[in-house]
């Protein structure tokens, strides 16, 4: 079964800098999606970012960008410039690409922004 | 745009009592999930939809059962509540088949079983 793991239970970052979420899952497929998802104070659930495992180029969303390495299977996530309201939980998130099958989420990280 | 819509947003139960929490999806989604939210354990599947008239069981199915009413709803269902089900609960849906489209949540129930 695919795992999903996410190392560091808590982040803070300073206003304006850079900070990097690590996420590194388990599988035996050659081809699967990637995502991270935000969790703000008001328990939303909103796409951040995605990553198709064929794409060798790293997915950017404005300030927040991923560092994949297929090899190494590790998705971590860059937010730069970080902004208050980044503070959030935020869950990496896996999906193996054959009919519809659900996503395997990671426990997830919480961050805090410093002003 | 409603999105996915949860019913209802808190509720407090007694050991042995039954409810249904409702979720309803305006995109036309094919696909529906239910999940639960515990402190420092993520979010556990605990059924799916692929489809209309398909269910599946996740990670966590022990206690619930879950009907997909029609394409748009997808029922949750404690049959008889326990103090080990409190949490907080999350529908989803996603196109389907589309394997790269992210699940658009809903805004969560919380539930509390005393």
């Known amino acids: 079964a695919q795992t999903v793991t996410q190392s560091q239970p808590e982040m803070s970052v300073q206003e304006a800098e850079t900070v990097t979420l690590s996420c590194t899952y388990d599988?035996?497929?050659?081809?699967?999606?990637l995502f991270w998802y935000k969790q703000p104070p008001s328990r939303q659930m909103i796409l951040v970012i995605r990553?198709?495992?064929?794409?060798?180029q790293n997915a950017t969303e404005n300030r927040f960008s991923v560092n994949f390495q297929k090899a190494a299977k590790s998705f971590s996530l860059k937010i730069s410039d970080s902004q208050l309201g980044d503070a959030a939980m935020y869950f990496c998130?896996?999906?193996?690409?054959?009919?519809?099958?659900?996503?395997?989420f990671g426990k997830g990280t919480r961050l805090s922004v410093i002003a | 745009n409603a999105g996915v819509t949860q019913t209802p947003k808190f509720q407090v139960l007694k050991t042995g009592q039954s409810m249904t929490l409702q979720c309803a999806q305006d995109?036309?989604?094919?696909?529906m999930y239910w999940y639960r939210q515990d402190p420092g354990m993520g979010l556990r599947l605990i059924y799916y939809?692929?489809?209309?008239?398909?269910?599946d069981k996740g990670e966590v199915p022990n206690g619930y059962n879950v009907s997909r009413l029609n394409k748009r709803e997808f029922s949750l269902r404690l049959e008889s509540a326990a103090p080990s089900q409190t949490s907080v609960y999350f529908c989803?849906?996603?196109?389907?088949?589309?394997?790269?489209?992210?699940?658009?949540f809903g805004d969560g129930t919380r539930l509390s079983i005393l």
């Open positions: 599988t035996s497929e050659s081809d699967y999606y």
């Open positions: 998130a896996y999906r193996r690409v054959s009919g519809n099958t659900p996503l395997v």
């Open positions: 995109m036309n989604h094919n696909s």
């Open positions: 939809s692929a489809s209309e008239g398909t269910t």
């Open positions: 989803a849906s996603s196109e389907g088949g589309i394997d790269n489209q992210p699940q658009h």
């Open positions: 990553q198709e495992a064929y794409k060798q």
